[in-house]
Structure formats: C-alpha cells, structure tokens
C-alpha cells in the first residue's frame, strides 16, 4: 500500500505544519492550497493513499471535492479525513454525509492526526 497521502489546505501554515508532521513519520505528502489544484492531482496517474481535506477553501471547498472523488470510480475508494475548524455537530454530520471517512476537528493534536491516518494506512 502506498504512503502517498494528499493535504489540501488553504491556510499556508496549517498546511505546512500538518506536512512536517508527516514527512517526519516517513509519509509522502503533496500539499495544495485548495481543490481546484486537489481535483488536478487526483487526475493524475499517482493516486494518493489517503487525502486529508479541509472544507472552507476558496473556488472550490472541500465538501465539492469530496463529492467529485466519491462519483468517480478511480478516486471513490480513496479515504478521506476531513481537517477542519467546522467542528459544530451538524459540520461533522455534513461531512459525513458528503462521504467523508473520518472527522478530524481543528484544533487538532499530532496524536490525533495520526491516529486518524491510522485507522486506514
């Protein structure tokens, strides 16, 4: 199984700091800035293994790129960690609802990111 796994992050900081945390534990990681650019990666031939996703992004947020990947035979089996600050129980329940796989609420811990993470790599 691959250890490839997508981050798509708007906020630079957040991104880059979910990135560290990771590449420190031996993953591959692409980060983008939003889902136009996710949406592009998920095109290619190099399909992650897992892709974590936060859901206000501008263009196109992340429950529009969950749907897209959920339609689409290639990318539909991929799981999804929502990575977000939209931590109310209906937020949690959309995200779901989407076909999110597991909900990982901002502010986040190391721990619990990788727990998450985890449960499917």
């Known amino acids: 199984m691959s250890n490839f796994i997508l981050i798509v992050e708007d906020d630079d900081d957040a991104r880059a700091l ?3 945390i990771l ?3 031996g993953y591959v990681v692409k980060g983008c800035a939003g889902g136009r650019e996710a949406l592009e990666v998920l095109e290619k031939a190099n ?10 992004m501008p263009e196109v ?3 529009d790129v969950l749907v897209s990947m959920k339609q689409k035979p290639e990318t539909q089996n991929i799981p999804v960690i929502m990575l977000t600050a939209k931590s109310q129980g209906d937020d949690i329940i959309s995200g779901y609802q989407h ?3 597991y909900y990982i609420p901002k502010p986040f811990t190391s721990e619990q990111l990788l727990y998450g993470i985890s449960l499917f790599l």
């Not at 399909?47 to 206000?56: G, H, I, S, T």
Request: aromatic fraction near 4%; avoid cysteine.
């Open 47 to 56: 399909k992650p293994a897992l892709v974590l996703l936060d859901v206000m």
């Open 23 to 25: 590449t420190n534990k």
């Open 99 to 101: 076909g999110a796989d």
């Open 61 to 63: 947020n992340g429950y």
């Open 18 to 20: 979910v990135e560290m």
